[in-house]
């Protein structure tokens, strides 16, 4: 993908359109705030690297897990060709998917669910983006990614993650490696952390 088409498309979304609560006001700043039932809308420059690091084209078939406030989503909308996305917080799923309709974007379908086992009625998918931290590789999702797919997930304990790209070969060989250290809210269910 373009990378200086992806920049002059993010600088033109306004992220405090996705901030619902009293962080509106520090939305230009380069960090994550709180958007309510412990959940966070993630710095701009992480968002910015993570759609980079999904190497998207207009065909892509994307797998979202974690909505959120729908800020990510809305980028990935705007540069593959369908994009589905889970949350499991049911408020956060319904502000998500107000904004991202009253954007226009035709091109993204909604569940709410569990998104650690991934939506296998669609699969299989060209990218998978996963923006809650997981304590291991979820196979789940694995099994859902197509031959010369990517995906992104952080990995590792509270507090800190690898950002890790998962990539599998056209002879559905796994390869992974790191793209940083990142701090991410849990993901719930049989990847959360083990406590």
Do not use: C
Request: charged share 25%; aromatic share 10%.
């Amino acid at each position: 993908m373009d990378k200086q088409e992806l920049i002059a498309f993010f600088r033109s979304l306004d992220r405090s359109f996705f901030i619902d609560n009293e962080n509106k006001k520090f939305a230009d700043q380069d960090r994550p705030l709180p958007i309510g039932f412990g959940q966070t809308i993630s710095q701009p420059s992480l968002v910015l690297q993570m759609t980079y690091l999904m190497d998207l084209n207009p065909d892509s078939k994307v797998l979202e897990i974690g909505t959120g406030s729908g800020f990510q989503t809305a980028v990935l909308a705007q540069f593959a060709g369908t994009v589905y996305t889970i949350e499991r917080i049911p408020e956060l799923a319904a502000s998500a998917r107000q904004k991202l309709e009253q954007l226009g974007y035709e091109n993204i379908y909604y569940k709410v669910d569990d998104g650690s086992v991934g939506w296998s009625e669609h699969a299989p998918y060209d990218r998978i983006i996963v923006t809650a931290a997981a304590e291991k590789l979820p196979l789940d999702l694995i099994e859902q990614l197509s031959p010369g797919g990517r995906m992104l997930i952080p990995i590792g304990s509270a507090g800190f993650q690898e950002l890790t790209l998962i990539t599998r070969d056209q002879q559905g060989e796994i390869h992974t490696s790191e793209a940083g250290g990142v701090t991410f809210v849990e993901m719930k269910g049989k990847y959360g952390w083990t406590r």
